[in-house]
């Protein structure tokens, strides 16, 4: 059975380029590259080769990037790091309700201890009002954190006015971009970004890579001690393969995203509107400013979990809601955010494609999801006379 996968929004495979990249600092090239002796100078030079790639793709000073063990520690680090390390001034921070659950997690922590957190409502389409932004910022407010691109809907946020608005009141901006990064332009100081959180695995690099941006001047305790790694700011030896996969995964993104971007959005529209002809579906996020790869969809009277094991069965790989949040019996909370009940919330497809997949793919993914939401109404007993019960 051939596998088409749909699902880059939990994983991407590493990319071959990367992986070649990779191969000497997994073999020859072992060296310690906070070791003073010759040997170790070409995983030394690797790692600072990385960080210029990375520093490129966004916009950043190569003295601003710092390399983590994956995009949830950068967000934790980001968020408890500026709480701590500002605690003095002010112990009120700003976030949204469909913030990945390593925002929202870090936020239920804080606010244990002593720290007070907004949670700002989204609209139908997952994006924030910034006027609303604006009349939750308090005289102790220290931190906004706003995610560049939603893992679920796509929802691409107004970054650079939210930037402006917290560069004005003198507030530090966090964004995770986890799902932007290398997949949309960014420019961290255009976009008046503070700190900024990367994960490898989402852009063809390895799992177990991660990257924080802390733009110079920001105050920021660490997370990981134990020694003078990073600058002093990340203990722990240096992932050398990973690091350097993730660097030449950064320099092939950039290289390439004017041309996967209009390959994959082209896709990505054809897809939904292939979808959106079953009966009683529905679009999820904005059809403007939305992630290029990600379709997302509710379909009523079917139950997400059913619609992804028999997709299998067509060798289609896709997931429902947020594939971190797989296991709960919760609908996802980003769609319960914008608006949708439980009983159609959990009705949920996520399809996820990148610039590997191809436009024969495409026709399969719309030929066989008909067909697997058919069977499951079939089988359903909400789907009545042709409508959900509740129609």
């Keep these: ?10 994983t991407t495979r590493v990319k071959p380029e990367v992986l070649e990249k990779m191969r000497p600092y997994l073999t020859e090239e072992y060296g310690n590259p906070s070791s003073l002796y010759g040997f170790s100078y070409n995983s030394k030079r690797a790692v600072e080769q ?6 490129g793709l966004i916009g950043a000073d190569v003295k601003e990037v710092y390399f983590t063990g994956c995009g949830t ?31 929202l997690h870090t936020c239920q922590y804080l606010e244990k201890q002593g720290f007070d957190v907004t949670y700002l409502d989204v609209d139908k389409d997952g994006f924030i009002n910034p006027d609303e932004l604006i009349k939750a910022i308090r005289p102790d407010t220290i931190l906004i954190t706003i995610m560049f691109a939603n893992n679920e809907i796509g929802t691409i946020m107004p ?20 799902q ?32 924080l941006y802390i733009r110079k001047g920001v105050k920021i305790e660490s997370l990981m001690h134990g020694g003078g790694h990073e600058r002093g700011k990340r203990a722990g030896t240096e992932n050398v393969p990973h690091i350097v996969g993730l660097g030449e995964a950064a320099r092939l993104a950039k290289a390439y995203m004017d041309e996967n971007i209009k390959k994959v959005t082209a896709m990505r529209d054809r897809l939904i509107d292939g979808i959106l002809k079953i009966p009683y579906t529905r679009l999820t996020g904005p059809t403007e400013n939305r992630l290029p790869g990600l379709a997302s969809f509710v379909i009523e009277a079917v139950e997400g979990e059913a619609m992804l094991l028999k997709l299998f069965e067509y060798g289609i790989c896709a997931s429902s809601g947020s594939a971190c949040s797989s296991g709960s019996l919760d609908p996802s909370h980003v769609l319960l ?19 590997e997949n191809t436009d024969e793919e495409i026709d399969r993914i719309i030929e066989a999801v008909p067909e ?6 079939d089988m359903s ?7 959900p019960a509740w129609a």
């Design 73 to 103: 520690e950068s967000d934790n680090w980001a968020i408890k790091g500026a709480a701590w390390a500002n605690g003095k001034k002010g112990k009120h921070m700003i976030t949204s309700k469909t913030e990945h659950h390593a925002v």
């Design 159 to 178: 970054i650079s006015e939210i930037g402006r608005i917290a560069r004005e009141r003198s507030i530090l901006f966090h964004t995770d971009a986890v």
């Design 50 to 55: 990385a960080r210029e790639n990375i520093a």
């Design 337 to 355: 955010a914008i608006g949708y009940p439980h009983h159609i919330a959990h009705g949920s497809l996520r399809l996820s494609i990148g610039e």
């Design 372 to 377: 697997v939401v058919k069977k499951l109404r």
């Design 1 to 10: 059975m051939k596998i088409i996968y749909a699902d880059h929004a939990a």
């Design 180 to 211: 932007a990064a290398g997949h949309v332009p960014i420019d961290v100081n255009a976009m008046n970004i503070d700190m900024l959180s990367i994960s490898g695995h989402k852009l063809g690099a390895p799992k177990g890579v991660g990257v």
């Design 381 to 387: 007993p909400v789907w009545e006379n042709g409508k």
